[in-house]
């Protein structure tokens, strides 16, 4: 018996099955949605980062004081009475705001030699003080600030109150906002600062007497290199050390 049947071809068959749809799914809701859109993905295997340990009652308080001898001229000379008697005793001020900072070193007895002029010990000792204090005002009381290195260079002699005037070699906000430790090298300009002398005496101390206006003279060049390092270091530092013993 003869079939009349003929083989399907592919296409035909493509034709004659059914697609099977999956169902829509649901909607998910506005505030997941927003969760996704505002939480970032992390990749598989990063961890999160370790919280910071818990600061002890005695590092808050020095915190709270360090932040306190930067907050004006008052609790900086009640600070330094304490803690750095010799900028006491010279009676060194700091002033200054974000752009700008100086220190002020007053022409007492204290400060001049015996030739009644600013002594060079003066001069050179504050430099530390005033360039230190320019980097822990920036830093803030969760840094160690200690002095490496000091350049002076004397110009001429300084007969009336020195300022400092601090200029950081390198851009000292993005060294703090790393977090790890780093040195910054801070170049002081010393000028003497002008005050009620005589005509001829005025005449001498200013570098062009003649052009109108005084002008201060700079009597002296300091370059500064401070290495700065967290406390938390030296806390983990410690504890290393306590474990190995």
Not at 28 to 44: M, V
Not at 159 to 168: I, L, V
Not at 182 to 191: A, E, G, L
């Amino acid at each position: 018996m003869s079939s009349n049947a003929q083989p399907i071809s592919t296409s035909d068959q493509d034709a004659t099955e059914q697609v099977v749809e999956t169902p829509p799914s649901e909607p998910k809701p506005a505030s997941e949605l927003s969760r996704e859109q505002t939480t970032p993905k992390r990749p598989k295997g990063d961890k999160q980062p370790p919280k910071p340990p818990k600061k002890t009652l005695f590092e808050r308080a020095e915190a709270f004081v360090s932040k306190l001898s930067t907050r004006n001229k008052f609790w900086n000379r009640v600070c330094s009475m304490i803690w750095l008697p010799y900028a006491y005793r010279s009676g060194i001020t700091m002033s200054g705001n974000d752009n700008t900072y100086r220190a002020t070193l007053p022409f007492r007895r204290f400060n001049k030699n015996w030739y009644n002029a600013m002594a060079g010990a003066a001069l050179l000792g504050n430099s530390e003080i005033a360039g230190g204090n320019y980097v822990f005002s920036v830093c803030g009381g969760d840094y160690t600030v200690v002095c490496k290195q000091l350049e002076y260079k004397f110009l001429r002699p300084c007969h009336g109150p020195a300022e400092y005037r601090m200029t950081p070699l390198d851009d000292i906000h993005a060294l703090v906002e790393s977090g790890e430790e780093f040195n910054i090298s801070i170049r002081m300009d010393i000028v003497q600062v002008l005050v009620p002398m005589s005509e001829q005496r005025l005449a001498e101390e200013v570098d062009d007497a003649g052009s109108g206006a005084p002008k201060p003279k700079r009597v002296g060049r300091c370059t500064a290199t401070f290495h700065v390092t967290p406390k938390s270091h030296h806390k983990a530092k410690k504890q290393r050390g306590t474990q190995k013993k």
